[in-house]
């Protein structure tokens, strides 16, 4: 922004980047400070609005929190000591530190890690394999990627999305849209007025799934069991595509014989939803298609079975006839904008990544990054070598299982560098942090659907010295004398790099608030399978899976979908922890660990909640409000008792990502899906609350580093222990 612009009132507009939503927003510049901002309703397709988080986004600029300059850290890691200094003394610090790392270790040694942002994730990328390290990676080890190989491992392509406005049944397979992605509520309203009908999958009576014509309540993590039972009505009532399976499934014979015990009654026995509902729902989505699956990011694969659950959920698709047809899953969009970067970044994997060992797969069916889940155990083992270094930007500990255990394995780091809007205790164990721009304070590029490409408008100039991630990695490129062509321009040249293959430059965005359609454009039709096959080693939708049987042996993958029960597999003592423990579900005003700080959405629960149907909470004799102590296999936490009536019976839920309480100290390290390392958030074992007076502070109850102690309870008025174990 030019000093022209100060003293003047202007609107400029943005698109909110606190989540991945990007709603249009209006954004009210005076003297270049935001004084308030509003969903826009000028542009196409939007009605304004704009949701909680978005409304309080002022407060995430502006957050006393918020990082202004660089920063290193003097005295002890751990102690949060930061003094200023400037971006050259950083970025010299940084070059030098891991180029020495290099020269000592190798670059292997050294791991590039990317927070939940997507928009600087290939520069980032580009930087790894410019240094030569294979160890590049991302919050992705715990979101999308299992459901990405789960639906490779079958169709070979990346995971095709429902065509929502053509279909005719709609399944919202574990999504809580209005509070997971609150635009689409909208599309959900006009999906409900032209009458589609819709199934909901989730444990949860949420405000999504009352809407709904059929609604499912499974169990959480039974979801494979469901979708076998669901495949074995279509198979045993003849309502599945038979052209589809013959001519373009691998594997069919197997799966039906596999699918064969699922009957509606032994699914209900698994999943707890009963077995009419079972075939109603089976038969309205194969009989009233086309039909879409909305999938969700994560939820199906937070589950020690994850991945297979989500393949014999995705064999739905093609069993029904609804791959690749308008009305079901695309394999590509009608019309879109070609761009450069996004999904085209290969990395580089001469050597063997963390993660490998473990989870070979992940690499096989290939996935562009490493798999960090085990992060902090390969730091502290030195496995599968020492790692020394660590170029972090958006690093949240918090969202890892036993996040305690993950600060003590940063410690441990030679070098250590975060990138961040905010100072957070992420950054407890940096030597360096480094201030990032918000989405306010930077351009980007987005693409849009029917092949638009439109531009995110910088509202106001940088907070303090903030600079936007990529540039901040152009300049360690170039610091460290790494070749790189692609970031050794100017943001803006790379920019333009990005919109090459539209035809489009930024300058021709720019002003354009709706976007501008790239003059060349990439078309889809459907059925491409009949032209070109799918792109796995059969060449066919592969229901049993090659790549995974590839692992029978050595890693006991099976090539089915083959369905595993949690409460068997964990072999977790039920007489101890009876309760399952569900983590995260997303709630409207929360987004993971980032604005917790902001103090109009920090207003709203006053500590971590601890959620339980009411029955449960009457059993337990605990009233809402209590605070509670809840415990696991794999630690403990402290939040507050509140009575939901929308909750499953036999269910806790917590959410993640608060220092006031951390769900995820309950979630042992181990607790992963041996297929694609997704720990098990969602379906997890807790024990009965021990409750406490709000007033006896001096109790000898303590939490440290997520474990419960105590040696006596000091019994108070008003407040004591229920119970001592
Ligand atoms: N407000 C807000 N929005 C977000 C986020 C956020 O933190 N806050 N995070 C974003 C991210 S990173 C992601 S990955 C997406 C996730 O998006 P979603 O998956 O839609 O979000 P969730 O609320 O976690 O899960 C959806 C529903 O699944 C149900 N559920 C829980 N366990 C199970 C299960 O085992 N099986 C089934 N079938 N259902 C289950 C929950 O009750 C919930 O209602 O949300 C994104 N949107
Ligand atoms: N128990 C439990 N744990 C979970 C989940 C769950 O459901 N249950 N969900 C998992 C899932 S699906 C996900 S996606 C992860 C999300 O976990 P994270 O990726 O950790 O999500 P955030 O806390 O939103 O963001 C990480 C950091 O990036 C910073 N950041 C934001 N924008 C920028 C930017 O533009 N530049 C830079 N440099 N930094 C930025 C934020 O301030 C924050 O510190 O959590 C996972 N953890
Ligand atoms: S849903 Fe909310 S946080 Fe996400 S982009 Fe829209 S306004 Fe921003
Ligand atoms: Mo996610």
Not at 354 to 372: M, N, R, T, V, Y
Not at 566 to 574: H, L, N
Not at 609 to 622: A, K
């Amino acid at each position: 922004m030019s000093q022209k612009e100060h003293g003047k009132k202007q609107v400029k507009k943005a698109v909110c980047g606190i989540c991945a939503s990007g709603c249009p927003m209006d954004v009210y510049v005076e003297d270049g400070k935001i004084i308030s901002v509003e969903g826009s309703k000028d542009r196409p397709g939007q009605s304004g609005g704009l949701c909680a988080k978005g409304a309080a986004a002022r407060q995430y600029i502006y957050n006393q929190e918020r990082l202004l300059y660089p920063m290193k850290q003097v005295g002890e890691k751990g102690h949060g000591k930061f003094v200023r200094i400037s971006w050259e003394e950083a970025y010299q610090t940084i070059a030098e530190k891991l180029l020495s790392v290099r020269e000592r270790y190798g670059a292997r040694s050294t791991i590039f890690y990317a927070g939940y942002p997507k928009w600087y994730r290939p520069a980032l990328l580009r930087l790894a394999n410019a240094y030569g390290s294979p160890n590049y990676c991302t919050e992705s080890s715990t979101c999308f990627q299992a459901s990405n190989m789960a639906w490779k491992s079958i169709y070979g392509n990346d995971i095709c999305f429902p065509d929502l406005a053509n279909a005719n049944t709609v399944m919202l397979w574990a999504s809580n849209l209005y509070h997971s992605n609150t635009p689409m509520s909208k599309s959900y309203r006009g999906m409900k007025a032209r009458g589609v009908k819709i199934i909901v999958v989730d444990p949860r009576n949420t405000v999504t799934a009352r809407e709904a014509d059929i609604h499912l309540r499974l169990l959480p993590g039974t979801d494979g069991a469901l979708a076998l039972g669901m495949a074995q009505v279509m198979i045993e009532e003849d309502l599945y595509d038979h052209e589809f399976v013959e001519k373009y499934v691998h594997g069919f014979e197997e799966y039906r014989a596999y699918v064969k015990q699922f009957t509606p009654e032994y699914t209900e026995k698994i999943t707890g939803v009963p077995a009419e509902k079972i075939l109603e729902a089976a038969r309205l989505y194969a009989t009233n298609g086309p039909a879409g699956i909305m999938f969700s990011a994560a939820t199906v694969v937070h589950h020690i079975n994850g991945v297979q659950n989500y393949r014999a959920v995705h064999t739905l698709v093609g069993l029904s006839g609804n791959y690749d047809r308008k009305g079901g899953h695309l394999a590509r969009p009608p019309v879109s904008a070609p761009v450069n970067e996004f999904g085209k970044v290969k990395r580089y994997d001469g050597e063997e990544a963390i993660g490998q060992k473990d989870f070979p797969a992940w690499f096989a069916l290939p996935c562009e990054e490493a798999q960090c889940t085990r992060l902090a155990e390969y730091i502290l083992k030195e496995e599968p070598y020492p790692l020394k270094a660590l170029v972090a930007f958006g690093m949240n500990h918090r969202m890892w299982p036993k996040p305690s255990y993950l600060q003590e394995a940063l410690k441990k780091l030679e070098f250590y560098v975060n990138v961040d809007l905010f100072l957070s205790d992420s950054s407890d164990m940096a030597d360096i942090v480094l201030p990032a721009a918000t989405f306010f304070e930077r351009e980007e590029i987005r693409t849009m659907r029917g092949g638009m490409v439109g531009l995110s408008e910088a509202a106001v100039c940088p907070c303090g010295e903030a600079k936007n991630d990529i540039e901040i990695i152009q300049e360690l490129a170039r610091r460290m004398g790494l070749s790189e062509p692609v970031l050794s321009g100017t943001y803006e040249e790379y920019m333009n790099y990005i919109l090459k293959p539209t035809g489009l430059s930024v300058e021709e965005l720019r002003g354009h608030q709706g976007g501008v359609k790239a003059k060349h454009l990439v078309f889809g039709t459907e059925r491409s399978y009949e032209r070109e096959g799918f792109a796995t080693p059969t060449g066919k939708a592969e229901f049993v899976s090659t790549v995974l049987e590839k692992y029978k042996d050595a890693y006991g993958y099976d090539g089915l979908p083959v369905y595993r029960d949690f409460r068997e597999v964990s072999e977790v003592d039920r007489t101890v922890y009876p309760w399952i423990l569900n983590t995260g579900s997303r709630k409207p005003q929360y987004f993971h660990a980032r604005v917790n700080r902001l103090p109009w959405l920090a207003a709203l629960e006053p500590a971590t909640l601890v959620e339980m149907h009411p029955s449960d909470m009457e059993s337990l004799q605990i009233q809402e409000g209590d605070r509670v102590i809840v415990t696991s296999p794999g630690g403990s936490m402290e939040g507050i008792a509140a009575a939901v009536r929308n909750n499953l019976p036999g269910m806790v839920h917590i959410y993640h990502g608060n220092k006031k309480g951390e769900a995820n100290e309950l979630i042992p390290l181990t607790y992963l899906d041996p297929i694609s390392g997704f720990p098990g958030y969602k379906s997890y074992f807790c024990n009965e609350m021990l409750r406490y007076c709000f007033h006896c502070e001096q109790t000898n109850l303590s939490i440290q580093n997520g474990q419960f102690s105590y040696s006596f309870l000091l019994l108070q008025k008003g407040g004591l222990a229920r119970r001592t174990r």
